[in-house]
């Protein structure tokens, strides 16, 4: 019988323990199974990630793979332990969620975003570039939801107005939010998750990332304004262009300066709070549900509406998916595969980096950057366990989740809300083709990026030691 035959693989990736390989087939049958059903979007993701979830853990159950100190199967060790690890990403995401949409409703981020559309003066090279670059302004600020929330909704209203294409525009604003993803450590979904997982200091977090931010988002760039070179331009005189950008008023959704000042304040203070987090003892979460709190307070707001503005089934998602690894890391597979790519890079910690940065890129694109990059945290810990340096490892996989994502319309979170309400609002749709034919550029040139970026720095020895 199958199960009789026996690896030997653990957490930690030593050879200290024997596990089974029926419930590793069975259990990653079924995580596979969830992400491609994920993937095809044959079911919304967040009922996907929880039926899968509860199917794993009784599975899990079933084949005994989760037991107490005296061996008898435990419930509790099988979801709350493994929701406990991570508990720290959802408390983030929650209290983010809060204070943005408050800030939101202040009218600070319309204020900011108009203020820089006025500097295009309607150039519509001019106006893709601040649009990206305001793009990655907001997505390292506000997270890469809000941020291309935001960035979308007022570039379907500025191109409008100048009679201009949105297609060249939107996908710009969604391939460009990844990049802004990398600038800090709550930046971007992905980001949060590995960095938190790898214990990365937030400002030794923002030096090694930034540059590649900067270098991605110019990539992407100068990609998009060559292939659509001959939409980016304008049936407006000059004049006229200034004319419309200059009547845009951006203070006309800000009903109340006490509450725009303190909100800008507010959002100052979180933005410091996660920069020092570490050096105050506290984990980002703490800071986010801080100025959630603060928003909440200060606002006049009923809390109500600002609470179930919360994505709660973003949440959802991420509880089932949580769920979903940890129940396969449980039966050891997820080691075995440290294991086998360590034997398969002959232990040279350069082709690991390598092997691993290609992996996670092209998974990235096909299944969505969220359950690659949870699904590669174990295979990481268990790689660095066995002697191979973890910075690295950490960093690479951050750069290859959320820059994979690139290169289809549902590699990232980003290129699912742009491209859904560019084809509700005006009716256009963009193909698999055509945005793999834009985005799959960029993400080659950009693969070629990041390997030279990762290997300049572990020749140098760049990259920053974690504290002890």
């Known amino acids: 019988m199958a199960d009789l035959i026996l690896l030997a693989a653990t957490d930690g990736g030593t050879v200290d323990a024997v596990k089974p390989v029926l419930p590793m087939l069975i259990l990653g049958a079924i995580m596979t199974v969830t992400f491609v059903a994920i993937a095809f979007d044959w079911v919304h993701k967040s009922v996907a990630a929880l039926a899968g979830a509860l199917v794993a853990v009784a599975a899990a159950m079933i084949m005994g793979v989760f037991k107490d100190e005296a061996g008898h199967s435990a419930y509790d060790r099988a979801v709350h332990d493994i929701i406990g ?35 295009t003066q309607g150039d519509p090279q001019r106006l893709l570039l601040l649009l990206m ?17 935001i960035m979308v909704s007022l ?16 996908i710009g604003v969604a391939i460009v939010a990844n990049s802004g993803a990398l600038m800090t450590f709550a930046s971007g ?10 214990r990365l200091p937030y400002s030794h977090f923002f030096v090694t990332t930034t540059p590649m931010a900067l270098i991605s988002g110019t990539i992407a760039y100068l990609v998009i304004r060559r292939i659509y070179r001959n939409d980016l331009v304008s049936s407006l005189d000059p004049e ?15 009903k109340d300066r006490r509450l725009f000042y303190r909100c800008a304040m507010l959002l100052g203070a979180t933005i410091l709070g996660f920069a020092t987090a570490q050096r105050l003892g506290v984990g980002l979460d703490f800071i986010a549900f801080a100025g959630g709190t603060a928003a909440l307070l200060l606002s006049g707001i009923y809390p109500d509406e600002a609470i179930k503005k919360v994505n709660w089934s973003m949440i959802l998602f991420f509880v089932g998916l949580f769920v979903i690894i940890g129940s396969v890391q449980e039966t050891g597979l997820l080691a075995w ?9 002959g232990g040279n910690p350069t082709s690991v980096l390598m092997i691993l940065s290609g992996f996670s890129m092209v998974m990235s694109g096909i299944v969505d950057n969220i359950p ?16 191979i340096p973890g910075e690295p490892l950490w960093y690479a996989l951050i750069m290859a989740c959320n820059l994979g994502g690139n290169s289809t319309p549902i590699g990232s979170v980003s290129s699912v809300i742009a491209l859904n309400a560019l084809e509700k609002e005006r009716q256009v749709k963009v193909g698999w083709g055509e945005f793999f034919k834009v985005g799959g550029t960029i993400l080659l040139i950009q693969t070629i990026a990041v390997f030279a970026y990762l290997l300049v720095y572990q020749h140098f020895n760049l990259f920053p030691s974690r504290p002890a």
């Open 85 to 119: 690890h991570d508990i720290g990403v959802i408390g983030v995401i929650i209290g983010t969620s809060v204070l943005v949409e408050i800030v939101g409703r202040s009218g600070l981020f319309h204020f900011l975003a108009v203020k820089i559309v006025k500097r």
């Open 133 to 149: 670059v305001a793009t990655m302004t907001f997505v390292t600020f506000l997270t890469i939801a809000p941020g291309t929330l």
């Open 155 to 170: 570039t379907l209203v500025v191109t409008k107005e100048l009679n201009l294409p949105a297609k060249p525009y939107i």
């Open 189 to 198: 979904i992905c980001t949060l998750m590995l960095g938190t997982a790898g």
């Open 240 to 254: 006229e262009r200034i004319r419309k950008v200059g009547a845009f008023d951006e203070w006309a959704l800000v």
């Open 337 to 345: 595969q440290a294991n086998k790519m360590i034997e398969f890079s």
């Open 372 to 387: 690659v990059a949870a699904t590669l945290i174990p295979v990481v810990r268990s790689i660095e366990a066995q002697g």
